[in-house]
């Protein structure tokens, strides 16, 4: 079977077509987007994949459309949009195709479905409240990708094409960085887990690069952890908190506040640490030029914390 077209409605754009078109044209280089609501086009045939456009949806036909009124409901209910139908269908053979590695394409699917798939369905079916979306809906994902619409004076068919191609070029980057971090993150897990297991009970996770790690920390149940120590290029090293919640900036310890704002030589005299080099007024990152001095500065964090009772 060979996919020639790849067929979407014409007029304006959302999110969902966007998206369902950045996982189509990776799978399918070579079929040519078609926008158009004629009824030869979004009928189904062999050679095409219609989505967010034609009345129905049929996995078998390649028809994804969520328009109709028996569209599909995930198991708990909420509805899907053609990005959703799009990634259910297709989406394991895209991260196959990005190269993700067989072994973490599932974890990484599910993430992906329910932590981004999921809330551009919900906002294309008005089925998040304005509770949820609040002020700041305006700078969702959806809503900037519709902000690449022709204005309503310069519209038209090529300038609809034109600007659909635009906002996928961009839209394309966004999903494509964002699969990137989850394997990514998937990479650093093990690293994680290989330093927790060396730091033992010491309250300072020292890893041989910035990556993700509170995922791995959480799980590994290492609650005894207060900072991170990593380097940071061209000598550096730095002294990190870590969070205590998943949301919110509130940390297991802070950083001395005697600290707080301070660079240079005063940071030195005021840690007593030469090679001190700043430290965030908010306390949560500091920086020296060398590994025995950022972890000086640690023994130091970490004995302050444990006085205060942590």
Not at 133 to 161: H, I, N, R
Not at 229 to 242: A, F, M, Q, S, Y
Not at 275 to 304: P, Q, T, Y
Request: charged letters at 20%; one cysteine or more; glycine letters at 10%.
């Amino acid at each position: 079977m060979t996919i020639d077209y790849l067929v979407t409605h014409s007029g304006g754009f959302h999110a969902d077509e966007l998206m369902s078109s950045v996982i189509l044209t990776r799978l399918y280089p070579d079929a040519r987007i078609v926008r158009s609501r004629d009824a030869a086009w979004i009928t189904p045939a062999a050679d095409r994949i219609i989505y967010d456009v034609g009345g129905g949806f049929d996995a078998d036909q390649r028809l994804f459309d969520h328009h109709q009124r028996d569209a599909p409901l995930r198991d708990d209910g909420q509805p899907y949009s053609s990005f959703g139908l799009i990634w259910r269908q297709y989406g394991h053979a895209y991260l196959a195709a990005l190269n993700v590695p067989e072994a973490d394409i599932d974890g990484i699917h599910a993430k992906t479905d329910a932590s981004f798939v999921l809330p551009i369905d919900l906002l294309d079916n008005g089925a998040i409240s304005p509770a949820v979306a609040g002020p700041l809906a305006a700078m969702t994902l959806p809503s900037l990708l519709e902000t690449l619409k022709p204005v309503f004076d310069q519209g038209g068919a090529e300038a609809e094409m034109q600007a659909f191609h635009n906002a996928l070029t961009i839209a394309r980057a966004f999903v494509e960085a964002r699969i990137a971090r989850s394997a990514a993150g998937q990479r650093a897990d093990g690293m994680v887990m290989d330093a927790i297991a060396a730091a033992g009970t010491d309250r300072v996770l020292e890893l041989p690069m910035g990556m993700p790690f509170r995922p791995a920390v959480i799980r590994a149940g290492a609650d005894h952890l207060l900072f991170v120590v990593t380097p940071r290029g061209e000598g550096d090293w730095t002294l990190g908190g870590i969070q205590a919640e998943a949301q919110g900036f509130a940390l297991r310890a802070d950083l001395p506040a005697a600290w707080a704002g301070l660079t240079g030589p005063a940071l030195e005299e005021a840690s007593g640490v030469n090679g001190a080099k700043f430290c965030h007024n908010g306390r949560f990152i500091a920086a020296a030029s060398s590994r025995d001095a950022i972890l000086a500065m640690a023994r130091i964090a970490v004995a302050e914390a444990e006085a205060a009772g942590l």
